[in-house]
């Protein structure tokens, strides 16, 4: 049952680059698809193009796939054959100032509204003014104000007329008017009206008296003559102020004829004007001092009025909040990049008609919008031009992007998003109110229709996560874009890869890649993928690594990335980030930490493993020892890493496999009675995961067998009940790590790694290891079931149960099952001495 190492042309697969017929990258076209994501394309083509609620997008993927660019990419192709959405407006409710209105209105034309309005305030600011100024108008106001006074003159001159007759006076003093004697055409004064006879003291006193009834009377008049003389002063001004309103807004009422809501509030603004005429003749409050103007704003919001600012500066509540400005002047600023960052801060994306818009920061008030509030004298003070807009807002009637894992770290902002998709409706919710940490006095907008195709980003765990504990998710987020982390590494993919590296070199500014430097970034994708036959979608790292090959190339003044480029950069990255790798190879150097590279041990084997902090990864050997002796009955294989809770759950199924496997391999027909203990030498932390247990098993057999095993060999892969060696992960790294620790120590020829066969198409190895292999000083040897790997470890057969139901003489399974025999014979005579003497029992 020999086994032949991999040939070095399987340890590493080049990238032909004779299949690219051109010279650098920037021959080639941008790749405006996604490689390899049909299903992607296929959900996000379904997800956009169904219109009905709870068809949202959760696109789901790991964390650098490209999926942020990607979507942006698709969503631009499907944003410009839609039309762009409407305005939103908020203006004044002269009704109810503290519910100002929502108003819809064609793309573009809210900021013609805002600036008609204007227009229609400073228009009438100046003709209001001088119409009142004009003598046809003072003419008429005077004539009212003349008739009022003529009316109020002549009552008071009928009664002075009245009072004269009998010789008492009316008189006009501060505190208004008084009757007193008179005595040749002088008032009397105090001291001489007492003076005068009680008679004529008291005739006096019943004439005032009289008199005072009479003026009481024409005093209760007046009210209602100045009531009467404001009613047709305020009938004077409407009639002048209809005619200048009707003429400043009718070229403002004919543009937004066809929207009734809009003409509904352009008719409630010109009742206003027309009652509120005078603020026009006063100057607008521009004089008002700024204490008093603030005082009048607190007291319209405790008095419940809304108005704010507005009750202060009377020409504010004729202004017009735009919320949602889709028009192409502020389209203008949005960006044509597909990064999401530049998204964020540019508060949008430029992609067609609909809108794309990335939120990265999804506060609750970033989502829907909020109301602020202006400090003034201890208070605060707020109005409809302080509504600002949410993203929701602007993304209404085309695409929101949220990051998924952001949105669940801002505090209520999941439950509001779900509110706002349910209710399809735009309510805006203050945190504080919502936890009533405030009780403010502020506005309650009109909602606005919600018109949004949702579009959450996160990784499948999140994705799975949601699913499972939020009943609402799968209600609301139907549609799953899930992303492939890797595609088949072929000719035709080679060449969308090829276009992919061109785009990012355009995209990032990048120098152009020749065609060995394509070919590298190819290959280092397969590394990435740990797949010589896949190739990785995970940009970002192969991004970064054309960056900063990128670098060296411009460094060394080179006008092309090449191979060399390449290669310099990824000994650059590893470079950087080795001081770990480095510390664990001088630390087995140093024979700190124990490991045999040559000669032989019993129960003693060069287990590998991946070690994994951050973005860093590495392979490490670890020794795995084995101890057997006689049982009390049964097979009971002692994991001591999980005894002492430093063993994960996979680990420990490991063992119990391998437990299986003994069992079920050796002496079918007796019960065993065998003890055994495994561990990991050395080790001080966690381990889990199944790849080391065909090395544990290897390391059983050989302890039960008393046959050597070579430590020139190190082993990697799990293994099930039936022997059969099963594929693992982090392959290159585990013999990459054994390949350096042998380096160091020097290469003998007689070193390797046995791996799973089902690995080897998982092979991108070093090229110094592929090197060694190339010269015969280290081998990587492929192997299917158990027995391969005893007979490359112990140097002899494992052996195969003949017909008479035994292993081979010789064999190593045979000295296994004859020493599991013999522990089962000595269990058996220890119990009948047990039982022949009983009094002897627990002595």
């Known amino acids: 049952m020999a086994v032949d190492p991999v040939p070095s042309e399987l340890l590493y697969r080049a990238c032909d680059t004779s299949q ?41 993927g790991p964390d650098g796939a490209g999926k942020h660019e990607a979507v942006l990419r698709f969503l631009a192709g499907v944003a410009m054959r839609e039309r762009a959405p409407s305005d939103w407006v908020y203006v004044n409710n002269f009704a109810t100032p503290h519910k100002p209105v929502a108003l819809e209105l064609g793309a573009g ?87 005068l006879p009680e008679a004529e003291r008291k005739a006096i006193e019943t004439t005032i008296q009289s008199l005072q009834k009479e003026l009481a009377e024409t005093l209760e008049h007046v009210p209602g003559w100045q009531k009467e003389h404001h009613q047709r002063v305020r009938e004077l001004n409407r009639e002048v102020a209809e005619r200048s309103v009707e003429r400043a807004m009718r070229d403002l009422r ?7 809501l809009v003409i509904k509030w352009l008719d409630a603004v010109m009742a206003d004007l027309v009652e509120n005429i005078g603020t026009f003749a006063s100057g607008g409050g521009d004089e008002v001092p700024e204490q008093v103007r603030v005082m009048a704003a607190m007291q319209a919001l405790m008095q419940g009025r809304g108005g704010g600012f507005a009750a202060a500066d009377p020409f504010r509540r004729y202004e017009v909040n735009v919320v949602v400005d889709n028009g192409k002047e502020a389209r203008a600023t949005l960006t044509t990049s597909r990064r999401p960052q530049d998204i964020a801060d540019a508060g949008g994306y430029i992609g067609g008609g609909a809108p794309i818009l990335y939120e990265d920061h999804p506060t609750m008030a970033n989502l829907l919008g909020r109301i602020e509030h202006m400090p003034q004298m201890g208070a605060l003070v707020t109005d409809f031009m302080l509504i600002k807009p949410g993203a929701l807002h602007r993304a209404n009637g085309g695409y929101l992007l949220i990051d998924a894992l952001k949105l669940l770290r801002e505090p209520l902002s999941w439950d509001a998003l779900k509110r706002a998709i349910r209710r399809r409706k735009i309510l805006i919710e203050s945190a504080g109110e919502y936890l009533s940490l405030v009780s403010t006095v502020t506005l309650e ?31 609301l987020f139907k549609v799953a874009a899930d992303f492939e982390d890797e595609i088949d590494r072929e000719t035709e993919n080679d060449l969308l890869y090829a276009r992919l590296i061109a785009g990012t070199c355009r995209e990032e500014n990048l120098l152009p890649f020749d065609r060995s430097g394509v070919g590298r970034i190819i290959e280092r994708s397969s590394r990435q993928a740990e797949d010589a036959e896949k190739l990785s979608t995970v940009m970002r790292p192969i991004v ?80 795995i020892t084995a101890r057997v002796r006689m049982g009390l009955g049964g097979s009971r294989v002692i994991d001591i890493e ?90 290159n790294d585990k013999i990459e790590g054994f390949f350096d620790i042998c380096m160091r120590r020097g290469l003998t020829g007689d070193q390797g790694v046995i791996i799973p066969a089902a690995n080897v198409k998982h092979l991108m190895l070093r090229q110094d290891v592929v090197d060694a292999v190339e010269r015969g000083m280290f081998a990587i040897y492929p192997v299917e079931h158990v027995e ?9 057969p494992a052996g195969a149960r003949g017909a008479d139901g035994k292993f081979p003489a010789g064999t190593i399974y045979a000295r296994a099952e004859e020493r599991l025999a013999a522990f089962a014979d000595n269990q058996r005579r220890f119990a009948q001495r047990s039982d022949d003497n009983p009094g002897k029992k627990g002595s």
């Open 20 to 60: 690219f017929d051109f010279e650098t990258t920037a021959e080639l076209d941008d790749h405006t698809g996604l490689v390899g994501q049909e299903r992607v394309l296929e959900a996000l083509r379904f997800g956009t193009g169904i219109r009905r609620q709870g068809y949202n997008i959760f696109v789901l």
């Open 109 to 195: 034309t809210g900021r013609q509204l805002k600036e008609g309005m204007a227009r229609v305030i400073d228009d009438l600011r100046v003709t209001i003014p001088s119409i009142l100024e004009s003598e046809e108008y003072q003419n008429r106001r005077q004539s009212i104000d003349e008739e009022f006074q003529e009316k109020q003159e002549q009552a008071f001159e009928e009664l002075r007329v009245k009072a004269e007759a009998e010789n008492i006076a009316l008189l006009r003093t501060p505190a208004g008017f008084a009757l007193a004697p008179v005595r040749d055409g002088n008032v009397l004064k105090p001291e001489e009206f007492n003076r």
């Open 254 to 260: 004919s543009l937004f004829a066809g929207l009734p």
């Open 445 to 475: 907008p009109d909602p606005i229709p919600l018109d949004v195709k949702i579009i959450l980003l996160g990784d499948r765990y999140l994705y799975y996560m949601l699913s499972e504990l939020d009943p609402d998710f799968g209600e």
């Open 544 to 623: 970064d690594l054309m960056c900063e090959a990128d670098h060296i190339a411009r460094s060394a003044g080179a006008l092309v990335v090449t191979a060399q480029h390449v290669d310099e950069a990824v000994e650059a990255q590893i470079g950087r980030a080795d001081r770990m790798r480095e510390r664990s190879l001088e630390m087995i150097t140093r024979d700190i930490v124990m490991i045999d590279t040559e000669g032989e041990r019993i129960g003693q084997v060069n287990g590998l493993s991946v070690l994994s902090m951050g973005a860093v990864s590495f392979g490490r050997p670890s020794r």
């Open 642 to 731: 999980r005894e002492v809770m430093l063993g994960g759950p996979i680990h420990t199924k490991g063992v119990l496999i391998l437990s299986g496997y003994i069992s079920g391999q050796f002496l079918p027909e007796i019960p065993l009675s065998m003890s055994a203990s495994l561990v990991f030498e050395q080790s001080y932390g966690g381990i889990d995961g199944d790849s080391a247990s065909s090395a544990e098993l290897y390391a059983l057999i050989s302890a039960l067998a008393e046959a050597p095993i070579a430590q020139g060999l190190a082993v990697t892969g799990s293994v099930n009940q039936i022997g059969e060696v099963q594929a693992i992960g982090g392959v």
């Open 788 to 796: 391969e790997g005893v007979e490359l470890l112990m140097g002899a």
